[in-house]
């Protein structure tokens, strides 16, 4: 019997041929060539040696029959095509990450929960309680740190910690906190000052700790304006609150914190506060989270544990 052809059981036709990509060493190699605009920061990224990427992306051009890499010069650089190609690589590289990291959540969700914070945060006031926290709640607490908005979009975290309104950067979220900042200064520097008019008494070590991290950088420009120079006493810039607080205990200059980030040292006496040249800006923070964390219980669990231990309270 003589079947024509498209007449007979689709289950007779013939399997489509399968789709053949090129190694996956290879696609992963030339992405970060084109993600890094060269061979050198790629193989070290890779640690791969120069002559092993560079072997990667030769069967890539074979395979193809294409240049991807401009060779003149003396460094190589992606053709148009190579970065066209380059950056499809990249994002679909970025969306495998993203899809891996959520599946990985889901697949840890029943046993810890990955809480994103600031370093000065989790060291100072979440670190000292976690434990507690983990016995009483039934599941284990991690905290990743540093960690910012990027690690929630890309699932690396279930729910993060940050100064800045996740509204902005279209995620989920809500106002946990918020506090006036206070300047403070340890007892050796507030001794040499004006205390009513400090802000105008350059003494010697008389500087602003300027924390330039995302979220504090705008903190003494609310009082003195954008431009540094123009601010009443020098300022020393610094990388977050916790080098800050350092400089502060040391004498080093005057430091704009919230009073909870600092509460022992203020008990102690080893930090002063200093009276406000005007409304002191308030320090807020906010906790946002992945939309499939919505509503789950361990999330009101972590929301009131941490607005808890910001208040100086024991959790419920």
Known sequence: MTTKPGSGDPGDEPP???????????????AAVVRHDGMRRAAERLHLSHAALSQHVQHLEEAFGLRLLDRSGGRARPTPLGREFGEALIDGFERIEAATARLRLRGDESRRLLLGAPTSLSVS??????????????????????????????????ALLMHRDPHEQGLRGELLFEQALLPVASPGLCARLDPQRWWLDPVPGARLLHVVSDGWREDWPAWFGADTAAWPLPQLSLSSPMPAISAA?????????????????????????????????LKRLYLAWLPEAEGAARLQWVRDWVVASLSGEEAA
């Open 249 to 281: 205990l040391a004498g080093q200059g005057i430091a704009l914190l919230y009073p909870r980030l600092i509460a022992e040292r203020l008990a102690s006496g080893e930090l002063v506060p200093l009276p406000l040249p005007q409304a002191a800006p």
């Open 16 to 30: 489509a041929p399968a789709r053949r990509l090129p190694p996956l060493r290879a696609l992963q190699a030339f």
């Open 125 to 158: 006031v979440l670190l000292p309680r976690i434990e507690e926290f983990s016995a009483r709640a039934g599941f284990d607490l991690q905290l990743i740190c540093p960690a910012g908005a990027p690690d929630l979009a890309q699932a690396r975290v279930h």
